[in-house]
């Protein structure tokens, strides 16, 4: 599974980064209104962090000629090739949006996505990724994770190259249920990503093989 971060929360980036095995980063206007920091400035902040990583960047625009150009902008100014992803959501507009990008040859995150049909038009329509929503659906008593199996399914079943992103994360537990469904990526916010690597016993595990090898380990390195 491809994880992602989603967040522009440089310093919190800056720590998982060091160590943690992540393929990119997501944002959206509202991660961004968090950061504090202009799309320009979290960006080109992100970047410095992720190297050849993945960026996905939510456009604003709601038509879809506007979305079309706000993405090829972006594009072109934040200059990372292929690892540039334009992040639009499922409206009627945006499958438009992402039929044109794709054969602009510009790579599509479809999102805000809460239901298996909203993800297969937009696979239809040449979304390299589909980002459904778990808390969400979960918090208005739908079930995330039926959603994302469904959608996985549906992906495998027609052959279709989008990838799942599964997305909007409350526990570890959603992460590791859409591990188990075979999505193919999910994002997750800097302390879930720390939450998911942890465990007591790994702790009390690594200071007793600490305690019993000090004084054994003779060899200098
Ligand atoms: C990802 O693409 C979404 O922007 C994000 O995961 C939404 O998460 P939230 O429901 O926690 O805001």
Same mark, same amino acid.
């Given at each position: @599974?491809?994880?992602?971060?989603?967040? #522009?929360?440089?310093? #919190?980036?800056? &720590?998982?980064? /060091?160590?943690?095995?992540?393929?990119?980063? !997501?944002?959206?206007?509202?991660?961004?209104?968090?950061?504090?920091?202009?799309?320009?400035?979290?960006?080109?902040?992100?970047?410095?962090?992720?190297?050849?990583? @993945?960026?996905?960047? &939510?456009? %604003?625009?709601?038509?879809?000629? /506007?979305?079309?150009?706000?993405?090829?902008?972006?594009?072109? *100014?934040?200059?990372?090739?292929?690892?540039?992803?334009?992040?639009?959501?499922?409206?009627?507009?945006?499958?438009?949006? %992402?039929?044109?990008?794709?054969?602009?040859?510009?790579?599509?995150?479809? !999102?805000?996505?809460?239901?298996? &049909?909203?993800?297969?038009? =937009?696979?239809?329509?040449?979304?390299? *990724?589909?980002?459904?929503y778990v808390s969400r659906l979960d918090?208005?008593?739908?079930?995330?994770?039926?959603?994302?199996?469904?959608?996985?399914?549906? @992906?495998? /079943? +027609?052959?279709?190259?989008?990838k799942v992103l599964a997305a909007s994360f409350k526990t570890?537990?959603?992460?590791?249920?859409? =591990? @188990?469904?075979?999505?193919? =990526?999910?994002?997750?916010?800097? /302390?879930?990503? %720390?939450?998911?690597?942890?465990?007591? %016993?790994?702790?009390?595990?690594?200071?007793?093989?600490?305690?019993?090898?000090?004084?054994?380990?003779?060899?200098? +390195?």
């Open positions: @599974m491809i994880y992602m971060a989603d967040t #522009a929360d440089i310093e #919190a980036l800056k &720590q998982l980064y /060091d160590f943690f095995p992540l393929e990119g980063v !997501t944002t959206n206007p509202t991660i961004l209104k968090n950061s504090g920091n202009k799309l320009s400035v979290a960006i080109d902040s992100i970047l410095k962090i992720i190297g050849h990583g @993945m960026i996905h960047v &939510q456009v %604003m625009s709601e038509e879809a000629e /506007d979305i079309v150009r706000e993405a090829k902008t972006y594009k072109s *100014f934040f200059d990372v090739g292929d690892n540039f992803y334009a992040k639009i959501p499922v409206t009627p507009q945006g499958y438009k949006a %992402m039929s044109i990008l794709k054969d602009a040859g510009i790579n599509v995150t479809a !999102t805000a996505i809460f239901t298996q &049909q909203q993800a297969l038009v =937009s696979a239809k329509a040449g979304a390299d *990724f589909v980002a459904p918090n208005i008593s739908s079930h995330g994770i039926e959603v994302v199996r469904d959608i996985v399914k549906n @992906m495998n /079943d +027609f052959k279709l190259p989008t570890v537990d959603q992460i590791h249920r859409v =591990s @188990m469904c075979g999505s193919q =990526s999910a994002t997750i916010g800097p /302390d879930l990503l %720390m939450q998911l690597i942890k465990h007591p %016993m790994t702790d009390i595990s690594v200071k007793t093989f600490l305690e019993d090898g000090k004084d054994l380990y003779d060899i200098s +390195f």
